[in-house]
């Protein structure tokens, strides 16, 4: 039996939204269940999917669910969660006036370089005034206590004063309930408040990495599938400045990704990586909280990610500037921006 592993990124409302298409077509093209995963890392969006997944959860529902249909049976049939008001909406409330993490800074004075930008940026943002209680609620309820049956969930957040990463769920991880741990791995900086989990503040594992891909090395899988909302082999033409920034940024993301997963596949396991086209993006547009914009990005998200998984394009076939490698780095460090390439990726032994 092949052992497999699934990584779902971060990436807001609206990469919710393109994970649970994507996970559809994963369980269509490859005829899985995403619940039998050996190993599922979620990073803050996620980390929510993650959890669900854990939890018993089924694609079908969580696709039911995020189109507001009457999900009547399974662990979702009793959720009250509401998309379009319980992520507290498109902007963040007006944040504190202090730093975020001072203590992030102080702590690191000697290795500022070796953090990732977001980690070292995620400092000085003001402490977020937005709350998570309903993300804790949903989890909760599929899991009041303790951590997912599941015992391969692992959900990735940034300790807020030493700047490390925690993989909640990992072996040697601080013992955290389920919901607590999503709720940490969703606290974007400046955006919600910070959550406490055993006396240390957490926020957004995105802060670290927007994948977290590298947490997967080592483990003996033999094949790894990563749905990455942030992560573009291929790019639309936006003409807002917002929309571009975000481009820019989702470059800078996507090498990042490409070193991590060349980290995995150094142990011997494959790796297929599909991540929002130019046809994904243009439903997304610049703001990945619009909640308004969620089922068209899911229905598009069908499609593409079904095209995407039936015929993944070799690693080394993509267009130069993605495949280029750059100095060795610390493994949450910045990448460089690039332009072109796929909107899905797969690398596997040769031979």
């Given amino acids: 039996m092949t052992r497999w592993g699934l990584v779902l990124g971060g990436g807001g409302v609206l990469g919710g939204a393109w994970m649970v298409g994507a996970l559809t077509a994963l369980e269509q093209v490859h005829s899985v269940d995403a619940r039998d995963a050996e190993v599922i890392i979620g990073t803050s969006a996620g980390s929510v999917m ?14 039911a669910h995020q189109l507001g249909e009457a999900v009547t049976s399974g662990p979702l049939a009793e959720s009250d969660w509401n998309y379009d008001t319980s992520t507290g909406g498109p902007l963040p409330p007006f944040p504190r006036l202090t730093p975020g993490s001072t203590g992030l800074f102080t702590h690191n004075m000697g290795r500022l370089r070796r953090l990732p930008p977001t980690a070292v940026l995620s400092a000085f943002l003001p402490e977020g005034r937005g709350r998570l209680d309903a993300v804790g609620r949903l989890i909760g309820a599929l899991v009041p206590s303790g951590w997912a049956a599941h015992p391969g969930v692992r959900t990735v957040a940034m300790d807020y004063e030493s700047g490390r990463r ?9 013992p955290a309930d389920l919901a607590e741990a999503v709720m940490a791995s969703c606290a974007i900086p ?18 670290c990495s927007a994948t977290n891909v590298d947490l997967a090395a080592g483990l003996g899988l033999d094949e790894v599938f990563v749905l990455a909302p942030m992560v573009s082999f291929a790019f639309d ?62 229905e598009t998200s069908l499609l593409t990610s079904t095209r995407a998984l039936g015929d993944p394009e070799p ?15 610390d493994p949450t460090g910045p990448d460089p921006d690039h332009d072109g390439g796929s909107a899905r990726a797969h690398l596997e032994e040769a031979g």
């Fill in 50 to 63: 993650a959890a669900m997944l854990g939890a018993g959860v089924s694609v079908e529902e969580l696709r």
């Fill in 166 to 174: 925690t993989a909640f769920g990992a072996p040697g991880a601080p």
């Fill in 190 to 207: 400046g955006w919600y408040t910070p959550v406490t989990i055993g006396g240390r503040r957490y926020v957004d594992g995105g802060a």
């Fill in 237 to 298: 033409s936006p003409t807002h400045w917002r929309a571009m920034a975000e481009r820019r940024w989702r470059g800078r993301v996507t090498r990042r990704c490409l070193r991590e997963v060349a980290k995995v596949h150094a142990g011997g396991t494959d790796v297929t990586v599909i991540g929002p086209g130019p046809e994904d993006l243009e439903a997304i547009g610049a703001n990945l909280m619009a909640v308004e914009r969620r089922r068209t990005v899911l």
């Fill in 315 to 329: 690693l080394q076939h993509l267009p130069a500037p993605v495949r280029e490698q750059e100095q060795d780095v």
